[in-house]
């Protein structure tokens, strides 16, 4: 079986090459409109260059998972700012797409935790529904808005999960379909564990972005990997792309969920061993600290492990 690995948003290994500058509202205010939006023109086209960079130099390592940085556009859906960032830009964003694709990457985007759908109060599901917007439009204005993914938490529990879930499933229908329909959801390391998080993907018929470093600190006993990992795989099976996972590992014992800078294959072993009962390929987006530099460390790592053999820069084959 085949795994391919990617990492988020910063190549480390490149000089100044932040994706993510932004601006706050407040120096917005302090500069006055017309000059507020001439310096967001300028940090916005400098995050999509820094983009392309990137995908230029995934492109030299054979990386084909790439997660986009959400800060690309600094205050897109600031409800008191409005200026286009999607015209002006137009042929950074056709350049990364068409690099994307020629190189058959994978891309995605991961919102913040406050993009979520569980909330009784309306304006929180009328914001989430607007960041969901912003992120489908600049995958549209790429070209990848019918294969990339935008992956999300199921949310807050506010005391009572099960009717958290509820209007989850229904503020969810605010969101609109084309955006939904790419759509991922993943399990967290607090509140909603692997198989809560299937039971909404497979009501709402989403792909689930399992995380094992949530799993393992997030999980009942009932919950194995054996029962887990073929629910997981059947949300993927009518996408015609393999299952996408994310892995990192503990910081410290006493800082259980915050991800350490690299990444232990010790602690991805386990895993690694359900995986390969299963003979099915998958993709794996590193969440470490170190980003692209945990990325190639681990595949060297790994590729040192009897029954691992490395077919790419950032690929292994069980």
């Not at 085949?2 to 988020?8: A, L």
């Not at 300028?42 to 995908?55: G, Q, W």
Request: net charge positive; proline share 4%; aromatic share 10%.
């Amino acid at each position: 079986m085949i795994i391919r690995f990617g990492y988020v948003s910063h190549a480390l290994n490149l000089w100044e090459a932040t994706p993510a500058k932004t601006m706050t509202f407040s120096r917005y205010q302090k500069l006055g409109h017309e000059a507020a939006i001439d310096q967001l023109h300028r940090i916005a086209e400098m995050n999509l260059e820094r983009t392309l960079r990137i995908i230029h130099y995934n492109i030299a390592h054979e990386i084909k998972l790439y997660r986009f940085s959400s800060s690309i556009i600094p205050l897109a859906t600031h409800r008191e700012v409005e200026w286009d960032y999607i015209k002006p830009f137009r042929h950074l964003y056709e350049k990364i797409g068409r690099l994307v694709q020629k190189h058959k990457m994978r891309t995605s985007f991961h919102p913040n935790q406050f993009t979520l759908f569980t909330s009784d109060r309306s304006h929180v599901t009328d914001n989430a529904v607007q960041d969901m917007e912003y992120h489908y439009a600049v995958l549209k204005a790429m070209g990848l808005h019918l294969e990339s993914h935008i992956n999300l938490h199921v949310g807050g529990a506010y005391g009572d999960k099960k009717a958290a879930v509820g209007r989850f499933h229904e503020n969810l229908k605010k969101l609109p379909k084309r955006i939904k329909k790419q759509m991922t959801l993943e399990n967290d390391d607090k509140t909603y564990t692997a198989s809560e998080t299937l039971d909404v993907c497979e009501k709402e018929d989403i792909p689930m972005m399992l995380d094992y470093h949530h799993y393992m600190a997030n999980h009942s006993e009932e919950e194995s990997l054996g029962a887990i990992l073929p629910r997981f795989y059947r949300t993927w099976d009518q996408l015609g792309m393999p299952p996408k996972m994310h892995i990192s590992s503990p910081k410290s014992d006493k800082a259980y969920r915050s991800h350490a800078d690299y990444v232990d294959p010790q602690f991805i072993r386990p895993l690694l061993k359900k995986l390969k009962e299963l003979e099915t390929p998958v993709d794996f987006m590193i969440e470490a600290k170190e980003k692209d530099r945990a990325l190639l460390k681990l595949v060297e790592d790994f590729a040192k492990i009897r029954g691992v053999k490395r077919v790419g820069e950032a690929t292994l084959e069980l």
